[in-house]
C-alpha cells in the first residue's frame, strides 16, 4: 500500500506543479548525459583501455594501474602538491569572499557599493588565457610586479621560474578572480537578515562591530556552513587549466597537482588508463571529504545538505 500511496501523492503534486516539473527536464538531462552517463568510462581504469578493442573489449588488468600509480615517484609529489595548494584555497580563499560581502555590507553609499561590487565582479569574467598571461607578464623578469620587488631588493628573476613562488601566485589570483563573484551568494544572505534585529541592537546600544559578529555571522552561518560542504567535496580538484597555463618543468616540484597529472599522462602521453585510475582515485577521495563534512557540519551545527 506505501508505494501506491506514493505514486498517488507524486501524481497529485505532478498535475499541480507540472510546469515545474517540465521546467526541471533540461536539468535533469543535462546531469544525465553529461555527468552520469560518462561514469560508464570509469571501466577504463580496470583495463588496458586500446581505441581499437573499445570500452567492453579492452583487457581487464583489474587494480594494475592504481598499484603502478600508489608505487610511482610521482605520488606522494603530487598528492603532497594537491593538498597543500587546496589546503591554502581553504585557509586563504574561501573566507576572502565572505570578508568582502561583510565590508559592502558596511558601506552606506548605495552607488560606491555598486562600484565596488562590479569592479570586483569583472576580473571573474575575463578569459582565463588572458588572466594567465597577465601574471605571466607582470611576473617576468621586466614585468610591472617583478621591478617592484626588485626596487626592494629582489632578485629580478622571473617569479614561475621559482617553484617555491608558484603556490602564492595561484593563491593570490584566485583570491582576485574570484572573490567578487564568490561573495554574491553571501550578499544574498545578507538581504535576507531581518533588519528589526539590527534596530533592536542599535537600541541596546550594541556597536557595528558587536552587529556584527551576534547579528550579522549568525545569519550567515547556514550559508557559509554549506558553501564549507561543497568546497570539501571538491577540495582535491584543483584547477589543472590554470596550473598548466601557468606551470613548467621546473615548476612541477610544487606545482604538478592531480588534475594536471592526469591530463599530462592522459592526453599528453596517451596513457589513457593509468590516468582514469589516477582521476578515479581522486574521485573516491573527494566524495569521502564531502560525506565527512556534511556529517560534521549536520553534527555541529545542524545544517547539512543532506
Known sequence: MAPARTTNRFLRDFRINKYLYLMMIPVIAYYFIFHYAPMYGALIAFKEYSPMKGILGSDWVGLKHFHDFFNSYYFWRILK???VISFYSLIFEFPAPIILALLINEIRSKSFKRVA?????????????VICGIITDFTNADGVINGLFTFFGYDGQAMLQKPELFRPIYILSEIWQRIGWESIIYIAALMSIDVEQYE??????????????????????PTISIMLILRMGNLLNVGFEKIILLYNPITYETADVISSFVYRKGLLEFGWSYSSAVGLFNSVINLFLLITANYVSRKVNKNSLW
Open 117 to 129: 561590487q562590479t569592479i570586483t565582479y569583472m576580473p571573474y569574467f575575463i578569459s582565463l588565457v
Open 200 to 221: 533592536a541592537a542599535r537600541m541596546d546600544g550594541a556597536s557595528r562591530i558587536k552587529q556584527m559578529f551576534y547579528i550579522t555571522l549568525p545569519g550567515i552561518l
Open 81 to 83: 602538491n594537491t593538498l
